[in-house]
């Protein structure tokens, strides 16, 4: 193989190259905006079923439910930016925050279950 040849093969390989990360690329950028919008359908379920039931059970009306709805935002947001939090973390340190107050979700989650629950101390 000559030197013109393997020239025109490297540069053969270099674009493949370059074409195989432009797709990712734009791969990954489909693949970010479905998570994205899947992440802000399932917030607005869990959301409309939190204030379903605070009505439902507890007789939130309209003014009550939305002051709840912008301090939930508010929260979340605050909690966010203060601990730069993923949502697997913020799961984590809220959870956190919870057992110092004596709630432990994780505990009521298994009681739901059926399994025993761990003591909160």
């Known amino acids: 193989m000559g030197k013109g040849s393997r020239n025109r093969t490297a540069r053969s390989e270099a674009k493949q190259n370059l074409a195989y990360r432009e797709v990712r690329r734009e ?12 992440t802000d359908r399932f917030y607005y379920d869990e959301v409309t079923i939190i204030l379903w039931v605070l009505h439902q059970q507890f007789g939130f009306g309209k003014d009550r439910l939305k002051k709840f709805y912008v301090n939930y935002n508010e ?5 966010r930016d203060h601990y ?9 340190i809220t959870s956190h925050l919870l057992r110092q107050i004596g709630v432990d979700i994780d505990g009521w989650e298994k009681e739901l279950s059926g399994a ?4 909160v101390g």
């Open 27 to 38: 791969v990954l950028r489909e693949v970010n905006k479905e998570l994205s919008r899947a």
């Open 75 to 79: 929260e979340n947001q605050k909690l």
């Open 84 to 92: 730069s939090a993923s949502d697997k973390d913020l799961h984590y």
């Open 116 to 119: 025993k629950p761990k003591e």
